[in-house]
């Protein structure tokens, strides 16, 4: 009988011993990611004028992707698709952002990062710009998020009905850093109450990074999942009295290079906690820049164009990987992906399945995060800020359709303006500057047929946003 509960003791303790061990080889999950961020506003990724050392070491020591897609060039689109792995007209949340006044926002009933991992015991947070609906049904907390944090729309907008914004320059608002609480009524949320009205948006990076440092503090024991959507470099601009240059020629330098700082001590403090072994910590932005804030906007880089627009400059975005012992050090990955594959990769890395009930347009790229193999993503689709599709990538090739381009519609009793074709050849031809449509037809009738049946069958299963009633 001794020896019967002996080995049952044996048997229980060693079950206990193993729960723990797969507890433990959880990775933790870090992604950090600013709002209209250029492809050339990295060091690592080329820039003369912005320092970002403390990136520059993620790339050293991790992997950079410079072929990573955003699946909109604009906010609420992005970070739809970013969250769910769907192109956001899938899902209903397509059709431009979401502002103080609007009444829809993410469906609770799609299944997102945060659910997925929440599922499987990870603590999950969310610290920054939400901008997928502010009204309580459509918070962080209804998308698997313990807790929340953060602005619920852009920087750029007040609280309750977007009313009384300021009609002043740029670079004045840049000059008055006081102007963050004097002209501006952005709300500052915890959970799904204001807490801070208007926030004062000079410590929100620093602020939210505090946010993020203490919810891995407090989680170090257990797998967590934080989510940190800086709401800089939008504009208006703004960053500490401690790191601020007056010059407004230098505000977006400033706003970068004070949001790397921000990003090395992150880091630092997972190294410090002895977790980096076991944490990936992923940067990027939702979108390209916004070019025509000049100084307060970034760089496209090589890239044609920036945010709003389906060229590259408005999609393909900075990406940096970081992983010590799981992703190679100093390693460049020029392979077809984006935020779309995340919500599938994640679920590859944690060895889970997604939900069988529903389709997504995100494929499990991990193999790009460790090996030098071939994307399994060969198309991706190019929707406009307003969600009419536009174009098509299939390997090499890239077809964008500007359907009137120019003209604000059809005149009555004019036919409707020709649609622009444009053919590019990316491999060649990063900065879309040679258009080889009239040069290969054939090659564009195959990609705007594809393009065609990828859209219907989209359409035809689409699920539809959260409406607000009455």
């Not at 219907?456 to 409406?467: C, G, M, P, T, Y």
């Amino acid at each position: 009988m001794i020896r019967i509960l002996l080995f049952l003791i044996a048997a229980a303790s060693a079950f206990v011993g193993s729960v723990a061990i797969a507890a433990e080889s959880k990775p933790n999950f870090v992604i950090i990611f600013t709002d209209d961020q250029g492809y050339g506003d990295l060091s690592c990724f080329g820039s003369t004028k912005i320092k970002t050392p403390h990136i520059d070491r993620m790339a050293e020591e991790g992997r950079k992707f410079t072929n990573f897609m955003v699946a909109s060039p604009v906010c609420t689109p992005s970070r739809a698709a970013l969250l769910t792995g769907c192109y956001p007209k899938r899902i209903g949340m397509h059709q431009g952002v979401l502002f103080p006044a609007s009444t829809k926002g993410l469906n609770a009933e799609e299944h997102t990062i945060a659910d997925h991992l929440s599922g499987q015991g990870y603590a999950t947070a969310c610290f920054g710009k939400w901008h997928l609906g502010h009204h309580p049904e459509t918070l962080p907390q209804q998308h698997g998020f313990d807790t929340y944090w953060g602005i619920p729309y852009s920087n750029d907008m007040n609280h309750p009905d977007n009313k009384g914004k300021p009609r002043v320059s740029s670079d004045e608002l840049w000059k008055d850093q006081e102007s963050t609480l004097t002209l501006w009524n952005t709300p500052l949320m915890e959970n799904e109450k204001i807490v801070e009205l208007p926030v004062d948006q000079r410590t929100v990076t620093r602020r939210f990074t505090d946010k993020a440092i203490e919810f891995i503090e407090e989680n170090k024991e257990s797998p967590f999942f934080v989510y940190l959507p800086h709401s800089m470099p939008h504009i208006p601009l703004y960053v500490p009295d401690d790191v601020y240059d007056p010059d407004p020629q230098n505000a977006y330098t400033n706003t970068i290079e004070h949001i790397d700082a921000e990003v090395g001590r992150l880091i630092d403090r997972i190294r410090e906690l002895g977790l980096s072994e076991n944490t990936y910590v992923i940067y990027t932005t939702d979108n390209g820049p916004w070019l025509r804030f000049l100084n307060h906007g970034g760089s496209a880089g090589p890239l044609r164009e920036g945010k709003g627009t389906t060229f590259e400059g408005g999609q393909r975005v900075p990406c940096v990987m970081w992983g010590p012992g799981r992703i190679p050090a100093g390693t460049e990955c020029d392979e077809l992906a984006g935020t779309i594959d995340l919500l599938p990769t994640i679920a590859a890395l944690t060895d889970t399945p997604l939900p069988a009930d529903r389709e997504i347009d995100g494929v499990d790229i991990s193999v790009l995060l460790t090996e030098g193999a071939e994307s399994p993503r060969n198309e991706f689709i190019y929707y406009s800020s307003r969600g009419n599709i536009e174009g098509l990538r299939q390997g090499k090739w890239k077809l964008l359709v500007k359907k009137g381009r120019g003209q604000k519609g059809k005149a009555k009793g004019k036919a409707e303006p020709a649609a622009e074709y444009m053919l590019f050849d990316l491999s060649a031809d990063i900065g879309e500057e040679a258009n080889l449509a009239s040069a290969n037809p054939e090659v564009v009738e195959a990609l705007q047929k594809r393009m065609a049946e990828l859209d219907a069958e989209i359409a035809e299963n689409a699920r539809v946003a959260w409406e607000k009633e009455g």
